[in-house]
């Protein structure tokens, strides 16, 4: 929180904002890279391989879930951004912003890594030779990015606490 002139300033509204978004938007470049373009996997593909019609049709319905999950995610982050920008005692910083939509989109590979890849086991990265290269690889990308939000929301901070605009 930073006081000027009598006045609190609340970040949180916008962090949480941020998140959610991150949340949603990385799980679209999920779904929409990993899934539809490079087609390196679907949500059951580990369990059901898309060898039959019926295995098939069953992907396509979990990975439309998957799509459903992003978009109410996404409808959640612009939700609270909305409400955010109505409030005067919520700083508008670009930093903050960004640095808490690196966050939630570090958050979504962490837990869809963790959840679908090592636990439930439903698909992974790109399956194969090396298939836990590239699950690990996409827990480090998540890793690197909830650090690097982490980061930038510190330095808005610091910023925010000199009184310099981000």
Same mark, same amino acid.
């Given at each position: 929180m930073e006081a000027k002139s009598g006045f609190v300033y609340r970040r949180m509204p916008l962090i949480a904002a941020g998140i959610f978004l991150g949340l949603g938007l990385g799980g679209f470049v999920d779904g929409i890279l990993l899934h539809q373009i490079l087609? &390196?996997? *679907? =949500?059951?593909?580990?369990?059901?391989? !898309?060898?039959?019609?019926?295995?098939?049709?069953?992907? =396509? %319905? &979990?990975? /439309?879930?998957? *799509? +459903? !999950?992003?978009? %109410?995610?996404?409808? %959640? /982050?612009? +939700? !609270? !951004? &909305?409400?955010a920008g109505g409030r005067d005692d919520v700083p508008w910083s670009s930093q903050t912003f960004v640095g808490s939509l690196l966050i939630g989109a570090g958050l979504f590979n962490l837990v869809e890594g963790l959840i679908d890849h090592q636990i439930l086991g439903i698909h992974h990265v790109k399956s194969g030779p090396n298939q836990l290269a590239w699950d690990v690889g996409f827990l480090i990308l998540g890793g690197l990015l909830v650090v690097v939000g982490w980061l930038v929301l510190q330095n808005s901070k610091g910023r925010q606490e000199l009184g310099i605009r981000s």
């Open positions: 087609q &390196w996997h *679907h =949500m059951l593909s580990n369990t059901k391989p !898309l060898t039959t019609p019926s295995n098939i049709d069953l992907n =396509m %319905i &979990w990975d /439309g879930l998957f *799509h +459903a !999950l992003d978009w %109410i995610l996404t409808v %959640i /982050g612009v +939700a !609270l !951004l &909305w409400r």
